[in-house]
């Protein structure tokens, strides 16, 4: 199964959330591959990944043709593999403007390992740029992490036109994983009120597990390792488990 993580709204919890729905899966047992979409690296870097080694990467594989397996770093955290994002992804859509198929490239990149994983799980840039749209295009699901905070509704109901449209081009569609809410100050009111309003819009499409404000999330990268191995007994890493749960199951239930 691959699956995006995307909102091309910033800092709404998609890379947190991509790098430790995959170090669950692996902890599920589950063969799992991290791909970090993203030119500021942020994925690959909070797995202790050092700049000097972020090359080749996933511009190497998208620009440059370099196979996947190239790019792949093996066993980077506790058994999850990782595939670097790097500054390069910035000018992606620059430097593919005139090429067709451009939007498959991801696809076609991932074809080549997705035999040997049960799960990818792509890390996207905040922004619906070609790399996005090379993720819906190469996902089999996608799933949207919203922050509750002023303006959220708005931006969820955007976002669910732009990949409705964007679905609309596409041979085979990937369906949707759910909302995660994240980063939830569960003593603010406006965010309990946000939060409701989301789930009033969107229902059974909001994942029924929610990510709490815990500054146990925020250390771990720093410490270049999952919430799993930073702080295990932590309401990040308890919240993070019930949602690898919840994923099995919705998209068991496709
Ligand atoms: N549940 C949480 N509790 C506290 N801090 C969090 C939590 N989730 C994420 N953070 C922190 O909030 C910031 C934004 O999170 P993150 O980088 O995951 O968002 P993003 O959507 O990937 O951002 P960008 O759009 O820039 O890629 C980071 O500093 C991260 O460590
Ligand atoms: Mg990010």
Not at 122 to 146: F, H, K, M, R, T
Not at 164 to 181: E, I
């Amino acid at each position: 199964m691959i699956v995006a993580v995307i909102n091309n709204k910033g800092g709404t919890g998609k890379t947190t959330s991509s790098v430790n729905l995959a170090a669950g899966l692996v902890r599920q047992g589950y063969r799992t591959l991290l791909v970090d979409l993203d030119s500021q690296a942020s994925a690959a870097l909070s797995l202790g990944i050092s700049r000097e080694k972020l090359e080749p990467g996933m511009s190497e594989a998208l620009m440059d043709g370099m196979p996947m397996e190239e790019v792949v770093k093996p066993k980077v955290s506790a058994g999850l593999d990782v595939a670097p994002g790097g500054m390069d992804l910035a000018n992606l859509d620059l430097n593919l403007a005139d090429i067709p198929g451009r939007e498959k490239r991801l696809n076609i990149q991932l074809q080549r390992v997705a035999d040997y994983y049960d799960w990818i799980v792509l890390d996207c840039p905040p922004s619906l740029s070609l790399l996005s749209v090379n993720a819906l295009v190469a996902s089999d699901g996608y799933l949207i992490p919203v922050k509750p905070e002023y303006l959220s509704m708005e931006g969820l109901a955007s976002l669910n036109q732009s990949v409705l449209r964007l679905k609309k081009g596409m041979r085979r569609a990937p369906s949707m994983l759910g909302v995660l809410l994240t980063i939830v100050h569960p003593s603010s009111r406006a965010a309990r009120e946000i939060i409701q309003r989301v789930r009033q819009g969107y229902g059974e499409n909001v994942f029924q597990n929610y990510v709490r404000q815990d500054v146990r999330l925020l250390e771990a990268p720093e410490a270049g390792m999952s919430i799993f191995d930073y702080a295990p007994r932590s309401n990040g890493a308890m919240a993070y488990t019930r949602i690898v749960k919840e994923l099995l199951e919705r998209a068991a239930k496709g």
